[in-house]
């Protein structure tokens, strides 16, 4: 079973609009951590956000914040005041605290495209 | 400045050729991990360190070998019992499992073709 679903494959948003880019999970571990990265076209992973399995509060950084609904397992990212820049492949990611190497799990991505 | 160099960014291997990439970190890290990315895909697991000499097999670690004799240091070999490695291949590391959920930082990245 998929660990990390990511049902957007792309997405298209206006420049200064907001878009929110879907994630659900699935883990059956009391203790995990949340994270997004976006891969530009050169291919590196930036780290973007972290939310943590027992934090009381969404987490925010800067334009990007993680609506975070634990009932119902998923880790959607809105990303405020698109820019340009922010076109890329976006990743939800997960670390559980069961195995040995407590490795981020990937989804598939999602394509976001900013509309000038 | 800290990070994770990946090197070469391109690799081209013939048919039969074992080759070898290179990932180093500056960041003090105790655990690396070695992902590989196919076009539209996420990233899978390839093998994964969580201390100098030692390192265990990911989801699909048939084809490569990695090593660990130095903390800085995780390179991976492409061998020639890896049947598909056109890829884009993606080193990461991050503080060990007694740090908590902390982000794993990531290397530029090597894109592999076979000719």
């Known amino acids: 079973a998929q660990k990390i679903t990511q049902t957007q494959p792309g997405m298209f948003v206006q420049e200064k609009e907001a878009v929110t880019l879907d994630c659900t999970y699935d883990?059956?571990?009391?203790?995990?951590?949340l994270f997004w990265y976006k891969q530009p076209s050169s291919g590196e992973m930036i780290f973007l956000i972290y939310?943590?399995?027992?934090?009381?509060q969404n987490a925010t950084e800067g334009r990007y914040s993680l609506n975070f609904q634990k009932a119902r397992k998923s880790a959607n990212l809105v990303i405020s005041a698109s820019q340009l820049g922010d076109s890329a492949m976006y990743f939800c990611a997960m670390r559980e605290a069961t195995g040995s190497a407590r490795q981020l799990t990937f989804g598939s991505g999602t394509q976001l495209t900013v509309l000038p | 400045d800290g990070g994770i160099t990946q090197s070469p960014k391109y690799l081209f291997r013939k048919e039969g050729q074992n080759v070898t990439l290179s990932c180093e970190q500056n960041?003090?890290?105790?655990?690396m991990y070695w992902y590989r990315q196919d076009p539209g895909q996420g990233l899978r697991l390839i093998y994964y360190?969580?201390?100098?000499?030692?390192?265990q097999k990911g989801d699909i670690a048939e084809g490569y070998s990695v090593s660990r004799e130095k903390k800085e240091s995780f390179p991976l070999t492409v061998t020639s019992a890896q049947k598909n490695p056109t890829a884009f291949y993606l080193c990461?590391?991050?503080?060990?499992?007694?740090?908590?959920?902390?982000?794993?930082?990531f290397g530029q990245g090597t894109r592999l073709t076979v000719v």
């Open positions: 939310q943590g399995s027992y934090d009381q």
């Open positions: 883990t059956s571990d009391p203790s995990y951590g």
């Open positions: 960041l003090n890290h105790d655990a």
């Open positions: 360190s969580q201390i100098v000499n030692d390192f």
């Open positions: 990461a590391s991050s503080r060990g499992i007694r740090a908590g959920y902390t982000e794993a930082f």
